[in-house]
């Protein structure tokens, strides 16, 4: 299958390539793990009703999730562009119009949006690792560790300080090159967050709230299931597997032409999941065996984890490591929101990769105080969603990525030619194939369209 850009012979990567699959699986895990699967997705499960909202969650990663990363690493190793040029090269090519750019164009604003608060909470992970060295969980109270959170998120000083931390290092580490660092990181990172979180899950059993947590989280209230929880659960599932801002996108333009895109976007869907449920698997338990809130919100995961640091034999130690790698796990993020960005401001301008770091990263900076001063000084202006912060949040999640991730689907399904998806996915065009392609012609957007008809509820 050849015959794709003009001159009829493949496009080549102007960045470079992956040095193997593996290395494009840990960068797309990279991304994928992160504050969304150990921040986000258990303080929305509490909010959302435990059960419904995991059961609906999973749904979304399945039908929604794997079909739409499938599409976005296939755009991009067949664009082999930063997402701006690669929608508007494909849609020349597919569909004779160079409008789809703006489906790359919408990712990046996306990713701006989104790592100016990212970058905020994973300041607080940073802060944590230094919270959790001073020794002050130890034995803590749950009120206790309360309002050292509370100090922490009411200071703009210090969110500030910290936001400002965890910026430049991911400006440093984007500026020299991504590829060999975010391999090794990724390839010590996840498998460590795994391992402390299988130590803190054996910690979450002997506090003895086990029973009440599985219930919370997989005994579904069907009742429970409103519009609310429907968008909700599909932006969470877009934003933990880092789908819908074109990010995955700009990484599949390095791939190598051999590498399987259905078993690597299945490894990375998985492997996403699990460590997303895990983390709900070690707080809920801390949550019911202390008597605390599983809605209590965004301070949730800095609210129960440091009570099991503080409670158990080595937990100075576990919980440092703890923060630390989640630290990491939130820079491999932030990289690769910055990616499509920075990949477009060089191709863009002729700029080299320390550059349009630099000014991609400082944009977001700056953005970055909306959200630090949403907990504190601006923490009493509220519109629409809430705080600044929450409208970023929710712009982002529940609708600049999924509307990204139906545009995309739909250019996949319906504007590229069976040929040209099958020679990125399947020449032969197995079932597998066929499955997939029937899942983002029909039932991926038409579940995004319905999600979003029946949330218009709450814009009312
Ligand atoms: N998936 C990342 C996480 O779970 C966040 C992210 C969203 C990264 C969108 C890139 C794009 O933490």
Same mark, same amino acid.
């Given at each position: 299958?050849?015959?794709?850009?003009?001159?009829?012979?493949?496009? /080549?990567?102007?960045?470079?390539?992956?040095?193997?699959?593996?290395?494009?699986?840990?960068?797309?895990?990279?991304?994928?793990?992160?504050?969304?699967?150990?921040?986000?997705?258990?303080?929305?499960?509490?909010?959302?009703?435990?059960? @419904?909202?995991?059961?609906?969650?999973?749904?979304?990663?399945?039908?929604?999730?794997?079909?739409?990363?499938?599409?976005?690493?296939?755009?991009?190793?067949?664009?082999?562009?930063?997402?701006?040029?690669?929608?508007?090269?494909?849609?020349?090519?597919?569909?004779?119009?160079?409008?789809?750019?703006?489906?790359?164009?919408?990712?990046?604003?996306?990713?701006?949006?989104?790592?100016?608060?990212?970058?905020?909470?994973?300041?607080?992970?940073?802060?944590?690792?230094?919270?959790? +060295?001073?020794? !002050?969980?130890?034995?803590?109270?749950?009120?206790?560790?309360?309002?050292?959170?509370? !100090?922490?998120?009411?200071?703009?000083?210090?969110?500030?300080?910290?936001?400002?931390?965890?910026?430049?290092?991911?400006?440093?580490?984007?500026?020299?090159?991504?590829?060999?660092?975010?391999?090794?990181? $990724?390839?010590?990172? $996840?498998?460590?967050?795994? $391992?402390?979180?299988?130590?803190?899950? @054996?910690?979450?059993?002997?506090?003895?709230?086990?029973?009440?947590?599985?219930?919370?989280?997989?005994?579904?209230?069907?009742?429970?299931?409103?519009?609310?929880?429907?968008?909700?659960?599909?932006?969470?599932?877009?934003?933990?597997?880092?789908?819908?801002? @074109?990010?995955?996108?700009?990484?599949?333009?390095?791939?190598?032409?051999?590498?399987?895109?259905?078993?690597?976007?299945?490894?990375?869907?998985?492997?996403?999941?699990?460590?997303?449920?895990?983390?709900?698997?070690?707080?809920?338990?801390?949550?019911?065996?202390?008597?605390?809130?599983?809605?209590?919100?965004?301070?949730?995961?800095?609210?129960?984890?440091?009570?099991?640091?503080?409670?158990?034999?080595?937990?100075?130690?576990?919980?440092?490591?703890?923060?630390?790698?989640?630290?990491?796990?939130?820079?491999?993020? +932030?990289?690769?929101?910055?990616?499509?960005?920075?990949?477009?401001?060089?191709?863009?301008?002729?700029?080299?990769?320390?550059? !349009?770091?630099?000014?991609?990263?400082?944009?977001?900076?700056?953005?970055?105080?909306?959200?630090?001063?949403?907990?504190?000084?601006?923490?009493?202006?509220?519109?629409?969603?809430?705080?600044?912060?929450?409208?970023?949040?929710?712009?982002?999640?529940?609708?600049?990525?999924?509307?990204?991730?139906?545009?995309? /689907?739909?250019?996949?399904?319906?504007?590229?030619? !069976?040929?040209?998806?099958?020679?990125?996915?399947?020449?032969?065009?197995?079932?597998?194939?066929?499955?997939?392609?029937?899942?983002?012609?029909?039932?991926?957007?038409?579940?995004?369209?319905?999600?979003?008809?029946?949330?218009?509820?709450?814009?009312?």
């Amino acid at each position: 299958m050849s015959g794709i850009g003009s001159g009829g012979e493949r496009r /080549t990567s102007l960045h470079g390539f992956w040095s193997s699959r593996l290395a494009f699986v840990l960068a797309v895990t990279g991304s994928a793990v992160g504050l969304g699967n150990i921040w986000k997705f258990p303080y929305m499960t509490g909010q959302y009703g435990g059960g @419904a909202f995991v059961l609906v969650y999973l749904l979304a990663v399945l039908l929604i999730g794997l079909p739409i990363m499938m599409a976005e690493i296939l755009i991009g190793r067949r664009g082999r562009r930063n997402p701006v040029t690669t929608m508007r090269l494909l849609g020349e090519e597919e569909s004779g119009t160079r409008h789809w750019q703006w489906v790359g164009a919408l990712g990046l604003l996306g990713g701006f949006l989104i790592l100016s608060f990212y970058s905020v909470i994973a300041g607080w992970t940073v802060a944590y690792i230094f919270e959790a +060295a001073s020794g !002050a969980f130890n034995g803590a109270t749950p009120a206790e560790i309360n309002a050292r959170f509370s !100090a922490l998120e009411g200071s703009p000083w210090r969110t500030g300080f910290w936001h400002t931390v965890f910026m430049l290092g991911t400006i440093l580490i984007v500026a020299r090159g991504v590829e060999r660092g975010l391999e090794q990181a $990724v390839r010590v990172m $996840v498998p460590g967050l795994v $391992v402390i979180l299988l130590l803190l899950l @054996a910690y979450a059993i002997g506090t003895g709230a086990m029973g009440p947590a599985l219930e919370f989280m997989f005994r579904p209230d069907f009742s429970a299931i409103t519009g609310g929880v429907v968008l909700a659960a599909m932006g969470q599932a877009f934003f933990s597997l880092s789908i819908g801002m @074109a990010c995955v996108m700009a990484y599949g333009a390095y791939l190598p032409q051999d590498a399987s895109i259905s078993g690597t976007a299945a490894a990375v869907v998985a492997g996403d999941t699990i460590i997303a449920l895990l983390a709900g698997l070690v707080i809920f338990p801390i949550v019911f065996a202390n008597g605390l809130d599983p809605a209590e919100g965004i301070g949730l995961v800095f609210k129960t984890l440091p009570l099991a640091f503080g409670g158990m034999t080595g937990g100075l130690l576990v919980g440092v490591l703890f923060f630390l790698l989640l630290g990491f796990a939130a820079m491999t993020s +932030a990289i690769s929101l910055m990616e499509p960005s920075v990949a477009w401001a060089m191709e863009r301008f002729g700029i080299n990769r320390a550059l !349009a770091g630099s000014y991609v990263g400082g944009v977001i900076w700056v953005l970055g105080f909306a959200t630090v001063l949403s907990f504190s000084w601006l923490s009493d202006f509220r519109f629409l969603a809430g705080t600044l912060f929450d409208n970023i949040d929710f712009l982002t999640s529940n609708i600049t990525l999924p509307l990204g991730g139906l545009l995309i /689907t739909l250019f996949a399904g319906w504007f590229m030619s !069976a040929n040209s998806t099958a020679a990125e996915l399947d020449p032969r065009a197995g079932a597998l194939y066929r499955c997939w392609r029937v899942l983002v012609r029909w039932v991926t957007p038409a579940l995004v369209v319905v999600v979003f008809l029946n949330s218009l509820g709450l814009f009312r």
